[in-house]
């Protein structure tokens, strides 16, 4: 089989593999647990998260673990904008683009349908860059939230950030971006923004493991209830394995991040080539100099792209 959805998820890389298993055994601990057993699956977490902390250059407890990215883009869209929520009023005021992930998406609906919320839908450019201009222009005093995505899921698109943090910082609002696609695959500077989403199955760790970064000072309200743990902000026993895994991946997929890099833009580049030698009125979607090294989205006029992919997996792609 020849896999081409790495965006979709990757395969489990060996060191996380070899991470996670001493907690499928007998490491088996509760980390809330204050006997040895518990202690030393609490040790493994807090571990981890200094591990993952020294390699984003952030401070350990702006690190909440969760279940993946779509809890961490939930918890950051719905409890950031509740908690920047003026009192007694509710509701407010938030900032977004339609070429979001629906994890975003969905939350930002929920929000404008359930719980009196604005949202300013920004245009994006045929490349699906957000409208800089607009953004400037939507921005007011009632404004709690921008969640803006560093990089598209589907056509790798990369959103100027440093632009957008700029603005949202000159008008003291927050900004919220999904990195799932981010990790290992561009550069990743959480000083631009105040929360970031993360999900371990994108960059070879295992499904079910995420984690949320949010900048020290700011307080963000739960959406789920039921224990004290990540410091009250998500509650819910830790999956020490899972988490293990994680930053074993995150360390590997950072250490040779420059080289892999080089070498998916050439098999991109080179894929692209036989396409259009093959098809040469197919199309790329996006901008192809700002958007991820490992990304091609392609259209073939007169082809619809649903029989598309069958007749592709039928052939072993």
């Known amino acids: 089989m020849i896999y081409l959805d790495y965006n979709a998820t990757t395969p489990l890389c060996e060191a996380a593999r070899e991470a996670m298993l001493p907690y499928l055994g ?15 699956a609490r040790a493994a977490i807090d571990n981890a998260r200094d591990k993952l902390a020294a390699l984003l250059r ?4 702006e690190l909440i673990f969760t279940s993946g990215g ?8 719905l409890g950031l904008a509740r908690c920047r929520s003026s009192l007694p009023e509710a509701g407010g005021h938030v900032i977004s683009n339609k070429a979001e992930h629906h994890a975003v998406l969905n939350a930002l609906e ?9 949202v300013t839908w920004l245009s994006v450019s045929e490349n ?22 560093t990089a598209n899921n589907e056509t ?20 919220h971006s ?8 561009t550069d990743v500077d959480l000083w631009l923004v105040d929360s970031a989403s993360f999900a371990a199955h994108k960059f070879y760790g295992p499904k079910g493991a995420g984690f949320l970064f949010l900048r020290s000072g700011l307080s963000i309200q739960p959406i789920m209830f039921g224990g004290a743990h990540e410091n009250e902000r998500r509650p819910g026993t830790e999956n020490v394995a899972a988490i293990a895994g994680m930053v074993a991946a995150a360390e590997w997929t950072i250490r040779d991040r420059q080289t892999e890099q080089e070498r998916e833009a050439q098999l991109r580049d080179a894929l692209w080539t036989r396409i259009t030698d093959s098809f040469p009125e197919a199309r790329q979607n996006g901008d192809p100099a700002h958007r ?12 619809d792209s649903e029989t598309m992919l069958m007749a592709l997996d039928l052939e072993g792609v």
């Open 156 to 175: 790798g698109a990369i959103q100027p950030m440093r632009e957008i943090s700029q603005m949202c910082r000159e008008h003291a609002v927050l900004l």
């Open 292 to 303: 991820l090294a490992n990304t091609l989205n392609v259209s073939f006029n007169g082809f």
């Open 70 to 77: 779509t809890e961490s883009c939930n918890l950051a869209v």
């Open 178 to 185: 999904d990195m799932v696609q981010s990790f290992g695959k």
């Open 26 to 40: 007998r490491h088996f601990g509760n980390p809330s647990s204050v006997h040895a057993a518990g202690r030393d």
């Open 58 to 61: 952030v401070k350990p407890h």
């Open 128 to 149: 699906g860059i957000v409208d800089l201009d607009q953004l400037a222009k939507s921005i007011r005093p009632e404004t709690r939230l921008v969640s803006i995505m």
């Open 110 to 118: 929920h929000l404008e349908k359930h719980e009196n919320f604005e």
